[in-house]
């Protein structure tokens, strides 16, 4: 599986072993498979109420917002802003969960009558606040700044604004420091003093709370829950979106925002967001009813909300989500998506360079810092998690602006892997930064070039100390093992009683040992692999972004695979479908592999205990003309570099050869000097033509000769 993203050394394992006799008894009361009796219990369900309340997702609660540190003090100084007609400026983050976050609290207090507006900085501005535009906001003006998804590190940026007469309310939930920013208040569950039961929630969700509490203070004669509700109804749906895109946790107060935000989604009246959904889906929707789920939201409604502040304005989604008007909203989806088009091609592009940087570097830091001039700055993060996934290692990428002035600021950035918290890391190398924030996978930093040695040399060292014993192996965890038989469209269905997925509530990841593969065939291009594995009734599993070549699994092999489950819906038949995460040859087919090198070796040494018949694994004419007429064509359409058994899988349609046979043959040619064979990584090899000035005939090969000396034939 060379090259293909499936042969990165990992370590697959189970997870917790169920309990049978409960996860029985959870099947029979419940009326679930048995599949899904026991993945319940691997999901932490000890008891058959447990299971009961976690499928209809009533495992958490909508906690009181006024536990939010400082939260009566944001009601209070906000209430008094509106009722004065001062004006309040919402301060944003130009990613999803800062955009959904703006466009709640913006429509909740115009709606309440507030002279209100907001600011999302651009990607080029950098991360967080700033003081030119605390500056412009004051000179405009405001007399209050509420900051939402960002904020907690702006100590210096809310001295200014305070300098300036503006007060401030900071809402966020990244990870607090030392130094709170002296804001009027400062909303964050993260904070050390904080009472709120759940830590998790996204910057929207902190703004979500901050609109219950405004509500809840607006009519304080009202139920308090009649008034959540009432919240809850209008803004929901721009809660899930935001929760889900920040890769929050889907656990407790988030599972119930994202349950309620989906099914809001799915019947959506905002015209914005079904406007988006029509636009995301080349009109699909108006034929058929997409299914709304986290996995949707992830990867087709948030990269097009995400692009806008990428490589936009983050103000194009914002207003497309204040939109009312159906035509103008179907105008700015089309510019969402198209905006997202043109990521996708320069995220590419500054791929590849990134890749060729790090390989040509082929340093051995715990933590890649990889530089360059003009890369775009709001593709970077998704370049680093295209780097730390590639290489299994944290990955910051820079990008400067400037003419080569060692005073130039370069914008950052990074992505961890578990066991180094990035952002507390970046707080121990301050002193090289001119701004840095974030989460502990994922984080952003601004520096001068004059400091990017230094802070090289600091973040390894950190990371030196925090991972003692190297980057952690990458280890898969399945939540159980499930025979192919138990892969059925019915339990395919019967798992969405587990949504919403996300973060502590994952897709199920299931283990399947020893599956034979009857087929293996290109898709899309040969971009993608189609297995076809043998069960009860074949089953389909596709292996994404790996070619049949890169792959290296053929038809006759078994395999280990680890999958989730999916449905295709084709023609209006549904199938269930695997969707293959990491791919192995068996035990019993490395076994056999062994078994087929032991033999190679033992007659090209000609051995006298060559297992089995060793003449059936001598190459004959027919055998020799086959092969060399497969290899030539394959070397004129630039596929030069085979395995062994994928050149088994080249000549089945014409004549089956066994694995020595080939590699024997592969000799011969190499000693005729009809092709030059050589051995690289992986078990391949590597092909290349040669001319041949005068007939080669192969019965004058040594090693043919010695074959047929030893074994007849």
């Known amino acids: 599986m060379a090259g293909s993203k499936y042969s990165r050394e990992q370590t697959w394992q189970l997870g917790a072993e169920p309990d049978l006799a409960l996860s029985s008894e959870i099947s029979q009361k419940l009326g679930v498979s048995a599949a899904m009796g026991r993945l319940l219990c691997c999901r932490g369900c000890g008891s058959v109420g447990d299971a009961e309340s976690f499928l209809r997702r009533d495992g958490g609660a909508l906690y009181d917002p006024y536990l939010l540190p400082d939260m009566d003090r944001a009601v209070e100084i906000i209430q008094r802003a509106a009722a004065e007609k001062r004006r309040i400026v919402i301060y944003g983050d130009y990613d999803a969960d800062g955009v959904t976050s703006v466009s709640v609290l913006y429509l909740y207090l115009r709606d309440m009558g507030a002279d209100v507006s907001y600011y999302i900085p651009k990607r080029s501005e950098g991360y967080g606040m700033s003081k030119d535009a605390i500056g412009k906001i004051a000179a405009d003006g405001a007399g209050l700044i509420i900051t939402v998804d960002t904020g907690i590190t702006a100590v210096a940026e809310t001295e200014y604004a305070r300098s300036l007469g503006v007060d401030v309310v900071v809402t966020d939930h990244h990870e607090c420091i030392d130094d709170m920013p002296p804001a009027y208040a400062v909303v964050n569950p993260q904070r050390g003093d904080s009472k709120y039961p759940f830590s998790g929630l996204a910057g929207v969700g902190v703004v979500f709370k901050l609109v219950c509490a405004l509500e809840t203070a607006r009519c304080p004669d009202e139920d308090r829950l009649t008034a959540v509700m009432r919240v809850s109804d209008k803004y929901i749906d721009l809660v899930a979106i935001g929760t889900i895109a920040d890769v929050m946790p889907v656990?407790?107060?988030?599972?119930?925002?994202?349950?309620?935000?989906?099914?809001?989604?799915?019947?959506?009246?905002?015209?914005?967001?079904?406007?988006?959904?029509?636009?995301?889906?080349?009109?699909?929707?108006?034929?058929?009813?997409?299914?709304?789920?986290?996995?949707?939201?992830?990867?087709?409604?948030?990269?097009?909300?995400?692009?806008?502040?990428?490589?936009?304005?983050?103000?194009?989604?914002?207003?497309?989500?204040?939109?009312?008007?159906?035509?103008?909203?179907?105008?700015?989806?089309?510019?969402?998506?198209?905006?997202?088009?043109?990521?996708?091609?320069?995220?590419?592009?500054?791929?590849?360079?990134?890749?060729?940087?790090?390989?040509?570097?082929?340093?051995?830091?715990?933590?890649?810092?990889?530089?360059?001039?003009?890369?775009?700055?709001?593709?970077?993060?998704?370049?680093?998690?295209?780097?730390?996934?590639?290489?299994?290692?944290?990955?910051?990428?820079?990008?400067?602006?400037?003419?080569?002035?060692?005073?130039?600021?370069?914008?950052?950035?990074?992505?961890?892997?578990?066991?180094?918290?990035?952002?507390?890391?970046?707080?121990?190398?301050?002193?090289?930064?001119?701004?840095?924030?974030?989460?502990?996978?994922?984080?952003?930093l601004s520096l001068e070039r004059c400091r990017l040695d230094d802070f090289k040399r600091a973040i390894n060292d950190v990371a030196r100390r925090e991972l003692l014993g190297?980057?952690?192996?990458?280890?898969?965890?399945?939540?159980?093992?499930?025979?192919?038989?138990?892969?059925?469209?019915?339990?395919?269905?019967?798992?969405?009683?587990?949504?919403?997925?996300?973060?502590?509530?994952?897709?199920?990841?299931?283990?399947?040992?020893?599956?034979?593969?009857?087929?293996?065939?290109?898709?899309?291009?040969?971009?993608?692999?189609?297995?076809?594995?043998?069960?009860?009734?074949?089953?389909?599993?596709?292996?994404?972004?790996?070619?049949?070549?890169?792959?290296?699994?053929?038809?006759?092999?078994?395999?280990?695979?680890?999958?989730?489950?999916?449905?295709?819906?084709?023609?209006?038949?549904?199938?269930?479908?695997?969707?293959?995460?990491?791919?192995?040859?068996?035990?019993?087919?490395?076994?056999?592999?062994?078994?087929?090198e032991e033999i190679y070796r033992k007659m090209r040494a000609s051995a006298a205990d060559a297992c089995g018949n060793p003449a059936l694994h001598i190459p004959r004419r027919e055998d020799f003309a086959a092969l060399y007429?497969?290899?030539?064509?394959?070397?004129?359409?630039?596929?030069?570099?085979?395995?062994?058994?994928?050149?088994?899988?080249?000549?089945?349609?014409?004549?089956?050869?066994?694995?020595?046979?080939?590699?024997?043959?592969?000799?011969?040619?190499?000693?005729?000097?009809?092709?030059?064979?050589?051995a690289v990584d992986g078990g391949a090899f590597e092909l290349t033509a040669r001319v041949c000035e005068t007939k080669i005939r192969l019965d004058q090969s040594r090693i043919l000769s010695a074959l047929h000396a030893a074994y007849g034939g």
């Open 629 to 678: 007429r497969i290899l030539r064509h394959e070397i004129a359409m630039d596929r030069t570099r085979h395995t062994a058994r994928g050149i088994m899988a080249l000549t089945a349609g014409l004549l089956p050869m066994t694995y020595v046979k080939v590699r024997l043959a592969l000799d011969i040619f190499d000693e005729m000097g009809l092709l030059c064979v050589r």
């Open 470 to 596: 190297g980057v952690p192996e990458q280890i898969i965890t399945a939540d159980m093992e499930l025979a192919l038989g138990e892969a059925t469209l019915e339990f395919a269905d019967e798992q969405r009683l587990l949504e919403p997925f996300g973060v502590g509530n994952p897709t199920p990841l299931y283990m399947t040992r020893d599956a034979e593969v009857t087929a293996a065939v290109g898709v899309g291009s040969n971009k993608h692999t189609r297995l076809t594995l043998a069960g009860e009734a074949p089953i389909t599993a596709m292996c994404f972004s790996a070619s049949p070549e890169e792959l290296d699994v053929y038809a006759g092999e078994r395999v280990d695979i680890l999958y989730n489950i999916d449905v295709n819906e084709f023609r209006g038949e549904r199938t269930p479908q695997l969707i293959v995460r990491a791919i192995r040859k068996s035990e019993s087919e490395l076994a056999r592999e062994a078994e087929d």
């Open 251 to 444: 656990l407790d107060e988030n599972r119930l925002i994202v349950s309620y935000g989906l099914l809001k989604i799915e019947n959506t009246t905002r015209p914005g967001l079904r406007a988006l959904i029509d636009a995301s889906s080349d009109g699909a929707r108006r034929k058929t009813r997409v299914r709304v789920t986290s996995s949707y939201i992830s990867f087709t409604i948030a990269p097009r909300i995400n692009a806008a502040g990428r490589i936009a304005d983050a103000s194009l989604a914002v207003e497309l989500f204040l939109s009312d008007n159906d035509a103008r909203a179907r105008i700015l989806a089309d510019k969402l998506c198209e905006v997202n088009r043109e990521r996708q091609l320069l995220e590419n592009v500054i791929s590849e360079e990134a890749y060729a940087k790090i390989d040509k570097d082929g340093g051995s830091d715990p933590v890649i810092v990889v530089s360059d001039e003009g890369w775009h700055n709001g593709i970077i993060g998704i370049v680093a998690s295209r780097v730390t996934e590639k290489y299994g290692r944290p990955s910051i990428l820079i990008s400067f602006d400037g003419a080569g002035g060692e005073h130039d600021i370069g914008k950052g950035s990074g992505r961890s892997v578990k066991g180094l918290n990035l952002a507390q890391a970046l707080g121990e190398c301050g002193e090289y930064l001119v701004k840095f924030g974030g989460h502990e996978l994922a984080a952003g």
